[in-house]
């Protein structure tokens, strides 16, 4: 987003707009953002278009909201200053049980598109399959949605003669202290946000001894760069 357009979203909370819709004209928002009311009109118009503001029109005039998705672009923007601020390496935990998935992982994980861009990108060629677990407590889900807010390891999308493969965001992790790999995060999947897929360069269900249902606990590395390597 160009830095103009996150000023006026910014601009839009600070009067209110991500807590309910605020009544605001053209005229009254380009005195906020300290600029022309056509600056103002246009700047608007693109918010709604990509999804991050709301409008609406009756007799009264118009109203505004920040949308999930334009909250979710602040706290992005926030996120990354928070890091860029405190100078630390941030983690976030996640807590999920072990399921049986639909078993689509090794096929996916196993395209060379793919493999060849983990082994660049995250350091190791990953078993052909991936751990699923399944978040319960509403506090895991806010952490995932935490999570990728920040930026991500892209993987990108690929195609060939049968099909196309579309792009993965991954962030390192450890798998219960004792694994290191990665969370994926796809944006073509059967699963809602519930779910977390993880891989690694060994088979987890056999390296840490799981079973559906065990509780796993993933520490995700959000700067990208892993502690030394646990054996």
């Not at 910014?10 to 053209?26: M, N």
């Not at 009756?58 to 996120?79: A, F, P, Q, S």
Request: aromatic content about 8%; some cysteine.
């Amino acid at each position: 987003m160009k830095p103009a357009l996150w000023n006026t979203l910014y601009s839009l909370a600070e009067l209110g707009a991500s807590q309910r819709p605020v009544k605001i004209s053209t005229t009254q928002l380009a005195r906020v953002i300290h600029s022309s009311q056509q600056t103002a009109s246009r700047q608007l118009i693109q918010l709604e278009k990509t999804g991050l503001v709301e409008r609406h029109f009756n007799v009264n005039g118009g109203w505004i909201r920040i949308t999930e998705n334009g909250m979710d672009e602040l706290r992005r923007v926030y996120l990354n200053l928070k890091t860029v601020m405190e100078g630390a390496t941030p983690t976030l935990k996640l807590e999920g049980t072990v399921f049986q998935g639909l078993q689509e992982g090794a096929y996916y994980v196993g395209q060379k598109g793919y493999r060849r861009q983990f082994t660049e990108k995250l350091g190791f060629d990953p078993y052909p399959g991936t751990l699923n677990i399944r978040l319960r407590s509403k506090a895991d889900f806010q952490t995932r949605k935490e999570l990728e807010a920040y930026p991500a390891i892209l993987i990108e999308g690929f195609g060939n003669e049968h099909r196309s493969f579309g792009p993965l965001r991954c962030y390192r992790v450890t798998i219960n202290g004792q694994v290191q790999g990665a969370l994926m995060t796809i944006q073509r999947t059967h699963y809602d946000s519930s779910v977390v897929e993880l891989i690694a360069p060994v088979k987890l269900r056999e390296k840490l001894n799981l079973k559906d249902g065990d509780k796993v606990v993933v520490e995700a590395f959000i700067s990208g760069e892993m502690p030394p390597h646990r054996t």
